[in-house]
């Protein structure tokens, strides 16, 4: 006498087998999913105010620096003060409602509150002026900020992908009077430019712990 | 059914089921404990288990949310009680291991009566045991994440291969996966048996289930002896492997006391001691329980008393060489640090160790303490302390007086390390008795192949699988 | 500079723990937070007006908006408005500011990160300080930030404004007339702004008084030139010029002094390759202090004995043809002893020096000034000059003040500064008199005087105001702000300035005003240059030509001494812990050991193994001391080399009014000293059989092992100068080859960092472990974890005692991480979170790290320290601007330890990469630690570099590995401390 059908029980076992195959695609899956480049890019907060940097960097052909003062001397390229903005708005578009809140924070001088786009963690010490200097490209890291309108995050900056390019730098280094040209392409393959000016500059991407964490 | 007195056999070889049982007496002694009601005794000792198993949840509760610092963990003594009670709960778990895989292999067919009690010992141990690593991070999240090796994508980096603690990972995750398996595989027939003999529709579905439609047929015995065979072979190794890695966390670090190539055969001998102590533990209390007698045999008792005694003596012999290496090293830190086990600070300990692990197994000289039940159980308690006591001594007394004497410092236990402590045993026993009583104590298939005294049928007898 | 704030989230110091600060500006919670932070003025706080003050505290605060997004907290941006000249955010700026102690100057150097001030240098430019620190000075950047800050003016404890300070005062003015029943009570104070506006009150006031006191101050030692030359003057010791030192119950190298100054001077002379002779120190105290450890003949006596051994030292010197009283039979040690530094010190005519503690009276300073003028060192190896205050007998004007408040002569008492009810002579209750008069109390804490004056008045940090001050030489310095005052409170200056009836009431302009009068023309340029040094030129004091009538002198002093009664005497020092009490509510400085007791967070009455005996109490048992009527308790502490007969006690502990920190924290022994015995003084101890627990970092563990007795090598070596001169002969011994299992990684490229430690300069006085703790964020985890084992310490100082119990040596050994190049911790963690860089440094990965301290284990060096909870959880939102923020704030289960300060290394290599990628220069890099010490006793470089100054010690004779047999082949290495005993004494 017996409970189940001889049937049944096969089933039961094929079934047993089927939940455990279901489980291992299910993490992997998961995994995928969860991974950074899913995960953040494409992250494209809404501004306090709607500036466009297809308009300033792309159509007027502004160049970044102008605006990000401190990516050769500092970690932090800097938001630009209000006043940098001012500097053509007091005459450009100076009745604009748009640029209400500007005007607001030069006359108050409260901060405007910008929304980060590029997160890193706390523990994670990111170094403009190291890259810059050395010539990797704001385009690199930042993607063609010149064609976004609102900017948004293309790269996953995750460890794995600072790693891909601090052990295999050379397809990212060009002159740094260059960098920010975001749409500069060398004449062959940017690999090979890149090698040279390695080689010429002894340049060597750490890629132990305190490079980064500290 | 032939007397068995009258057996010449039986002068060499008393018979390993007493009391003249037929099958059918096995099957129905063993189905009984689980198809009848629980005995007051079971209850009882469930009224202790269950609380104490809700006062390590409490404690690892307490643990998480505040930090390692609720225990007496400090600098120098970065492990306290936590890998010493990880380090014992896996030496209890090798005589599960042993018992059911290493003397199946030797055909030693005392073991059928008490291998599946001890291989769910075994089985219970480990988790305890893996407790402690997870835990005493103060982090488990995070240990559980990082430690083990999945590429990850996120970070292009890999653990250290190098650490002991990795290798730990590891040997301890196979182990227990094995000796599940194994203790499954071996439950198919008797679950087969209890399903068949179930008369309440949700018994018959549940042991249904879990017996895989096992029917007895030549062909299932068949496989099934292969795969239990390639299973024991498989779990024999670990035997050995498990504490070996296990000590390796301690003899591949640089500390006098640590430092020591003698640690991975010292810690199996260890290891089967304090089991087999844990193994007649049990075995007397399930006896008295549900009254055993016939099946757990003075005979099993009395072999197990004696392997005891053989560890007990290697575990002695090795606490003496490692005070001569330490002598012969001329090492200062290593005299040191071994004279200061005994005469330093926790002199207690250490005489305590000695006192359990060495000089207790010699009643087992006399048979009449290896054939007490109440003198093999109290000396088989005073193993299992003495157990703990040895690795608390290796692991407190040679972190608490190192190198520079400016770092010295001393461990003493919080609230928390005891509730932990406690707690295990919690888990532990409301697992056995939860085994006791909703699973076949004792192989019935396998019992039956030694009610016989048949030398050649290696395992059991087919004919007779799971079908009355 | 206050404008300084750019808001960005990665800007923020403390790293996460910011996210606990999660609420945008204007939303109620933010208000909330802003009236329990800043009670004073938080209206005014929260109006757009003086937004900037507000950004400038909460930095951080805006940079997070705690509304989470579906797939990320939105993190917000807050650039300035409008720029700041000069400021690059991200990069620190350094600003020059000197800090007053007991009236005398130290140049510092702060750096300030977006307007928050997070570290404090020495000011190489300023000859008190010449670059170097001490742990108070490093610890005055925690003070800064308290939350328990006196916050509020307060009338009676009601809320209050300056406003209605102000026109209380000026009502009261009006009433005092002549000035007859005014009396302003301050710290002693060298600015010459406020000795201009003392004048103007003076003058304002005529009948008024003006007292300074100070609870611990050099005042007699100017008195005791009084004695000698006829007027107040200031000894300066020029200790690198003295081969022979011997000091009378002085410790110049630690609490005596409080500068860099002298500790630099002596360090100088202890380093044996440097070609000069090594100098000789001989000190003769009560206490085991720092000066002690480094001497090279120690003689315990009581200090109420020190003026009997004065006298028999100047008797075998033969100072004058006179015949000399003897005050007290010393033993024979005692007589060897000083028969033997008599035959140095006369050997050493012109090149050696005697110096006298500031707790000896007068007389005995008096004495040290003719044996030096008999050994022809005046001039040479000590120089005068006018003390930079006016010395008057302070404990009498003390007492006139009391009198006065008394009989109720006095309508109005000012306070300025200190803590007078607290560390006033114990004779009168100040308590009971401050209630006779209109107190109005300027308190940098709500501190005992604040809770028993009339007007409650929050006094700024020296951080937060402006100000002027003069080191001991007279060299004047400004005091500029780093950060507007967080609490609204004002200086003793600008209350003054008030007093005085001045129209100008800022800091600023009473300063700047004073400083343009001196200069004239070009004041603009001049103050300029003042505030980028951080010294004003040509305003040291000339040298005073001096020459005492000997005869005259010691017959005067032979009259004033008296024998000192035998039995038991207590003496008063200084703490390393709260100084006098001052730094009460400093939790860096309390979880800092006390140099050679190792206490931390108390005091206790130190006394040698026999008296303990004598009295029968071990370590913790309570002892009642009394004398002069008064009496205390106080836990007992023996202290191996303490002398017998005497019972050291520290000041400023047992704070009853007091912030979270400091409250009750020790047992106060002030009650017991009075006027009397104002420094030391005979007194009865017995047990009272309670006992107390006391928490020590480091038991008394030997280098002789217990049990087997044996000693251990290799941990520290010492030399005498015969045994250094015989191992530089035949060079440094060179470490035998080992193998190794795993392959071996090649340091021969790049940088290699490494460090020397010279035993032999290291004076242990702790400013390098305060240094460390401002530099690396380090937690503070208070006397129960302590106790369990649990300090956080990256770097700490090993003290072991050698020799005889009663009269031991001791020697101190900074320890950090050495970074092994093959580190043990490394190849035992299971998830590689501490890893070796390619330039040798042992790093640890926070956020990698599981927590299995498997690490701390199996570290033969114990440097490595584990999070055991949380120990930043529960600190003020105030309290985290004083974090760090190139290193990260780490969480609990988590592990670290030294890295040689790596957000260092990678800053300059930054600079130098901008720079045209040109290579770090040799001393470009200098670790927190190195920079702070004194004694240049820690040299940190690039080990490849054979011209690199660590390289080149690394080749001395000297130079060894802590424990180098277990091949760990440690990047930090020790240079043998080498003794210089003088042979008729060994």
Wanted: aromatic share 10%; glycine share 8%; proline share 6%.
């Amino acid at each position: 006498m017996t409970v189940f059908s001889k049937r049944f029980d096969t089933h039961l076992r094929l079934a047993a087998g089927a939940i455990v195959v279901l489980l291992g695609a299910g993490g992997a899956i998961a995994a995928y999913l969860l991974h950074p480049r899913q995960l953040d890019t494409g992250y494209t907060p809404v501004q306090p105010v709607p500036y466009s940097h297809k308009l300033h960097a792309g159509n007027l052909g502004m160049d970044c620096l102008y605006c990000h003062t401190t990516v050769a001397q500092s970690n932090y390229a800097a938001v630009p003060m209000t006043e940098i903005c001012m500097n053509c708005h007091v005459r450009v578009k100076e009745k604009s409602p748009k640029l209400q809140p500007v005007r607001d924070s030069y006359a108050s001088g409260k901060p405007i509150q910008w929304v980060k786009v590029h997160r890193l963690p706390d523990y994670v010490y990111f170094n403009h002026q190291a890259h810059v200097t050395a010539g990797v490209s704001c385009v690199s890291c930042h993607g063609r900020v010149d064609q976004m309108v609102e900017v948004r995050q293309v790269q996953p900056l995750s460890m794995a992908w600072c790693l891909d390019c601090h052990r295999n730098p050379a397809p990212h280094v060009r002159p740094p009077e260059l960098v920010t040209k975001l749409d500069w392409q060398p004449e062959g393959d940017p690999a090979v430019l890149g090698a040279k000016l390695i080689r010429e500059k002894g340049i060597h991407p750490p890629d132990n712990c305190s490079a980064c964490h500290r | 059914m032939a007397d068995l007195a009258l057996d010449p056999r039986m002068e060499l070889n008393p018979p390993l089921v007493t009391g003249g049982m037929t099958y059918s007496d096995v099957t129905d002694k063993v189905s009984s404990i689980v198809e009848g009601k629980a005995p007051k005794q079971w209850w009882i000792a469930m009224a202790v288990a269950v609380p104490l198993a809700g006062l390590l949840f409490a404690c690892l509760g307490y643990l998480v949310a505040t930090g390692i610092g609720v225990w007496g963990n400090n600098s120098p003594v970065g492990w306290g009680w936590d890998i010493t009670n990880f380090v014992w709960w896996i030496g209890i778990g090798h005589a599960g291991t042993l018992i059911s895989a290493i003397l199946f292999l030797f055909r030693q067919k005392w073991r059928t009566s008490i291998n599946r009690a001890a291989e769910a010992m075994t089985l219970f141990a480990v988790a305890c045991a893996a407790i402690y690593p997870l835990f005493h991070t103060g982090r488990p999240w995070r240990a559980a994440y990082w430690l083990f090796p999945l590429p990850n994508e996120f970070l292009h980096m890999w653990q250290n291969f190098r650490s002991p603690l990795m290798w730990d990972v590891f040997a301890v995750s196979t182990y227990g996966t094995v000796s599940a398996l194994f203790w499954f595989v071996g439950l198919i027939p008797d679950l087969a048996t209890l399903r068949d003999r179930a008369t309440t529709p949700i018994r018959k579905t549940i042991y249904g289930l879990l017996s895989l439609g096992w029917r007895g047929s030549a062909s299932q015995w068949r496989h099934y002896e292969l795969a239990y065979l390639l299973l024991a072979g498989l779990s024999t190794p670990l035997v050995l492997s498990v504490h070996s890695i296990v000590s390796f966390d301690f003899a591949t670090s640089l500390l006098p006391g640590w430092h020591t190539t003698i640690f991975p055969p010292y810690f199996v001998a260890g290891a089967v001691f304090s089991g087999f102590a844990m193994v007649v533990t049990l075995m007397t209390l399930a006896r008295w329980i549900y009254g055993l007698d016939n099946l757990i045999t003075m005979k099993h008792l009395e072999n197990m008393c004696k392997v005891m005694l053989a560890t007990g003596m290697i575990v002695g012999f090795a606490y003496g060489t490692e005070f001569f290496i330490a002598w012969y090293s001329a090492n200062q830190y290593e005299r040191f640090i071994f004279l200061n086990r005994a005469f330093g600070p926790y002199w207690w300990a250490y005489w305590s160790m000695i006192a359990c692990n060495v000089i207790a197994p010699q009643f087992f000289w006399f048979r009449k303490f290896r054939t007490s039940i109440p003198a093999m159980f109290i000396l088989s308690i005073f193993i299992n302390i003495g157990m703990w006591f040895e690795r608390f001594v290796i692991i407190a007394t040679s972190l608490h007086r190192d190198f520079l004497p400016s770092s010295w410092g001393y461990f003493t236990p919080t609230w928390v390390d005891i509730g932990t402590y406690l707690g295990t045993f919690g888990l532990f026993l409301t697992l056995f008795l939860l085994f006791l009583r909703f699973l076949p104590a004792i192989a019935i298939s396998e019992v039956k192949g030694v009610l016989h005294q048949q030398v050649s049928a290696p395992h059991g007898v087919p004919a007779h699988g799971g079908s009355h | 500079m206050n404008e300084l704030i750019q808001l960005n989230l990665s800007s923020l110091t403390g790293r996460k723990y910011w996210r606990s600060l999660n609420q945008l500006a204007d939303t109620p919670e933010f208000r909330q937070w802003v009236e329990r932070e800043f009670p004073e003025g938080a209206s005014e706080l929260l109006d757009s007006g003086s937004r900037r003050t507000l950004l400038k505290l909460m930095a951080a605060g805006f940079g997070l908006a705690g509304l989470t997004a579906c797939r990320r907290p939105v993190e917000k941006i807050l650039p300035l408005s409008k720029g700041v000249e000069g400021y690059v955010h991200g990069r620190p700026l350094h600003y020059a500011t000197a800090l007053e102690t007991c009236g005398i100057a130290a140049g510092l150097i702060v750096e300030c990160n977006d307007g928050r001030p997070t570290k404090v240098e020495g000011n190489p430019r300023h000859p008190f300080s010449l670059g170097a620190t001490n742990a108070f000075q490093q610890a005055t950047i925690l003070d800064l930030y308290d939350p328990d800050r006196a916050r509020q003016v307060q009338k009676q404890g009601v809320k209050s404004s300056w406003a209605e300070f102000e026109s209380w005062w000026r009502e009261q003015s009006a009433k005092l007339g002549d000035g007859a029943g005014l009396r302003i009570l301050s710290t002693r104070s060298s600015s010459p702004s406020l000795e201009a506006l003392k004048a103007e009150i003076a003058k304002k006031f005529p009948q008024s008084a003006w007292i300074e006191y100070e609870p611990v101050s050099f005042e007699r030692a100017i008195e005791g030139a009084r004695l000698a030359f006829g007027q107040p003057l200031v000894a300066h010791y020029r200790l690198e010029q003295a081969d022979v030192i011997v000091s009378l119950d002085c410790d110049f190298l630690g609490l005596d002094t409080l500068s860099a100054q002298p500790v630099k001077q002596f360090a100088a002379r202890r380093k044996p390759e440097d070609g000069r002779e090594l100098n000789r120190l001989y000190s003769v105290e009560a206490n085991f202090t720092i000066t002690g450890a480094m001497a090279d003949h120690r003689l315990r006596a009581r200090s109420s004995d020190i003026a009997a051994i004065a006298m028999a030292l100047a008797r075998e010197l033969n100072v004058s043809g006179a015949e000399l009283k003897v005050l007290g039979q010393g033993g024979d040690r005692q007589q060897k002893f000083l028969s033997a530094v008599a035959k140095d010190l006369l050997a050493h005519r012109g090149k050696s020096l005697v110096v006298a503690g500031p707790r000896q009276p007068a007389e005995v300073h008096a004495l040290a000034a003719l044996i030096n003028q008999a050994l022809g060192n005046t001039g040479q190896t000590v120089v005068y000059t006018r003390p930079p205050f006016a010395v008057s007998e302070t404990l009498a004007s003390v007492k006139k003040l009391a009198d006065d408040l008394n009989a109720g002569r006095v309508s109005t008492l000012v306070v300025l500064g200190g803590n007078p009810v607290f560390t006033l002579p114990a004779e009168a209750d100040w308590n009971a008199l401050f209630r006779k008069a209109a107190v109005a109390a300027l308190t940098f804490d709500e501190n005992e005087t604040w809770k028993a004056a009339t007007w409650q008045l929050p006094e700024a940090h020296p951080f937060e105001t402006w100000g002027d001050v003069r080191a001991l030489d007279g060299t004047a310095s400004i005091l500029q702000p780093q950060i507007q005052p967080l609490y609204g409170g004002r200086s003793a200056l600008e209350i003054a300035a008030l007093i005085a009836g001045r129209e100008q009431r800022r800091g600023h302009d009473i300063v700047r005003s004073y400083w343009a009068a001196q200069w004239g023309a070009q004041a603009e340029q001049k103050w300029k240059q003042a505030l980028y040094e951080g010294v004003i030129e040509n305003t040291r004091f000339p040298l005073v030509d001096v020459k005492a009538d000997a005869p005259r002198v010691l017959a005067a002093v032979q009259n004033a001494l008296k024998p000192a009664p035998a039995g038991i005497e207590t003496v008063f020092y200084a703490s390393w812990h709260t100084l006098d009490g001052r730094f009460a509510n400093n939790a860096w400085l309390h979880e800092t050991p006390d140099p050679m007791t190792k206490l931390v967070w108390d005091n206790a009455a130190l006394l040698s193994p026999a008296t303990a005996k004598k009295l029968g109490v071990k370590d913790g048992d309570v002892l009642e001391i009394a004398s002069g009527g008064k009496q205390i308790r106080c836990p007992a502490l023996v202290l191996p080399g303490h002398a017998d007969d005497s019972i050291s006690l520290q000041l400023g502990f047992g704070r009853s009014a007091c912030g979270r920190v400091g409250r009750g924290v020790g047992h106060r022994v002030e009650g017991l000293r009075t006027a009397a015995n104002f420094w030391f003084g005979p007194a009865e101890a017995r047990k009272t059989g309670a006992t107390y627990k006391l928490v020590t970092t480091q038991e008394h563990h030997t280098l002789i092992e217990p049990i087997t007795g044996l000693k251990r090598h290799n941990i520290v070596e010492e030399f005498s100068v015969e045994e250094y001169r015989h191992r530089a002969e035949h060079g440094k011994h060179e470490p035998h080859p080992a193998t190794d299992l795993f392959p071996e990684f090649d340091y021969s490229k790049g940088y290699q960092w490494g460090m020397a430690i010279d035993l032999s300069a290291c004076i242990g006085c702790n400013a390098c472990m305060v240094a460390c703790t401002a530099e690396n964020n380090i937690p503070v985890v208070g006397k129960e974890q302590v106790a369990k084992g649990r300090e956080m310490h990256w770097i700490r100082l090993d003290r072991y005692f050698s020799g005889d119990e009663e009269d031991p040596q001791a020697v101190v050994q900074p320890m950090a991480c050495v970074q092994c190049e093959k580190a043990p911790c490394e190849s035992v963690c299971p998830v590689a979170a501490t890893a070796h860089s390619p330039e040798g440094i042992n790093e640890m990965a926070y956020n990698r790290c599981v927590g299995t301290r498997y690490c701390l284990n199996n570290c033969p060096y114990k440097v490595r320290r584990f999070n055991f909870l949380n120990w930043n959880k529960d600190i003020p939102e105030i309290r985290k601007m004083v974090f760090n923020p190139d290193v990260t704030v780490r969480m609990r289960g988590v592990m670290e330890k030294c890295n040689y300060c790596v957000q260092r290394i990678e800053e300059k290599r930054s600079q130098a990469k901008a720079e045209g990628r040109r290579p770090i220069r040799d001393g470009e890099i200098v670790t927190a630690c190195q920079q702070a010490c004194p004694a240049d006793a820690i040299v940190f470089g690039n080990i490849n570099d054979p011209e690199s100054r660590v390289s080149k010690l690394k080749q001395q004779a000297r130079d060894y590995s802590v424990l180098e047999e277990l091949n760990t082949k440690p990047r930090t290495t020790y240079l043998a401390r080498v003794r210089n005993p003088n042979p008729e004494l060994v």
